[in-house]
Every structure is written in structure tokens, then in C-alpha cells.
């Protein structure tokens, strides 16, 4: 079983972080569906139907930071939390233009659409949940979770 990361800052005990809708992905899908009518309508219609989904998402979802874990609301009201203690890894996908959020916890994985401002993500992560765990968390050897136990 994959072991939980130890955040290495402390934080303090009243401090939570909302981080700021970014609507930047949505947005570029929702725009890259219109030149594909030229191509394929039903397509258009079906990526742009998944960009207005991504900005109804954007709109409506929040990440919270907290000192215990991270809390999603949907229009004010919390529909989930994972606690930093239950989490293995983590890490963003394609720093350059950030589109995807992942984390591991002990007993899931988790994969979001970057629908938050990205560096304010990256810092709420590097200062709450800590080390960002294993370097290429989707890899066989990442399944291990006594390194001691890899082969050489």
C-alpha cells in the first residue's frame, strides 16, 4: 500500500485557501470546437457541449485549501473532502499550460481539469499536501510501495 505524504510546511491552523476559478481551458475548448464545423458538426456540437459543461464547472466548483485537507464545493455548499493525510502523490500536468490536476490517495486516484488559477494551485499543494511524492506517479514501479523492494 502506497504510503501518505507528510507535508513539510507548517500551516497555520485558521488559514484556508479558495482558489480562483480559471477559465482559460474551458474557454479553449469551447472556441476549438467552432473550426471543426467545417468538419463535423455533430463533433462541434459534442466538444462544445464539454467546453459549456467546463464552464458551468468553473463557475460553480471551489478547491479549498484547509490546514487538514482539501474541500470541493459545488454553489456553496461541500461535496467533498480528502485529507492530506490519505494522499500519496500528486502532480500537475504540462507546467508550461497546465490542463490537468492529479493526486493519489491510499485508496484512489483523482483526476481534475485545471478549472483553477495554476499557480495558485501548485503553491496551495507545495505548502499544504507538501513533496509532490513520486516523480511519474502512473508508472508500474510507482505501484510499489517499498522502493527497497524495486528491482535494480
Not at 505524504?5 to 481551458?25: E, G, N
Not at 504540462?94 to 493519489?104: D, G, K, M, N, T
Amino acid at each position: 500500500m502506497p504510503k501518505p505524504l507528510s507535508s513539510h510546511h507548517p500551516v497555520p491552523p485558521d488559514l484556508a485557501v479558495t482558489l480562483d476559478p480559471d477559465y482559460r481551458l474551458a474557454g479553449a475548448i469551447t472556441v476549438m470546437s467552432i473550426p471543426l464545423s467545417l468538419l463535423s458538426p455533430w463533433m462541434t456540437v459534442v466538444i462544445m457541449a464539454f467546453g459549456c459543461f467546463l464552464i458551468t464547472q468553473t463557475a460553480t466548483l471551489r478547491l479549498v485549501f484547509t490546514p487538514t485537507s482539501l474541500e470541493v464545493y459545488r454553489a456553496g455548499s461541500q461535496i467533498r473532502n480528502f485529507p492530506y493525510g490519505e494522499w500519496t502523490s500528486w502532480k500537475l500536468f504540462y507546467p508550461s499550460v497546465p490542463i490537468l490536476f492529479f493526486f493519489r490517495e491510499v485508496k484512489s486516484i483523482h483526476f481534475l481539469p485545471i478549472l483553477f488559477a495554476p499557480q495558485q494551485l501548485q503553491s496551495c499543494l507545495e505548502t499544504y499536501v507538501g513533496d509532490p511524492g513520486l516523480a511519474h506517479p502512473l508508472t508500474s514501479s510507482s505501484l510499489d510501495p517499498d522502493p527497497s523492494t524495486a528491482p535494480s
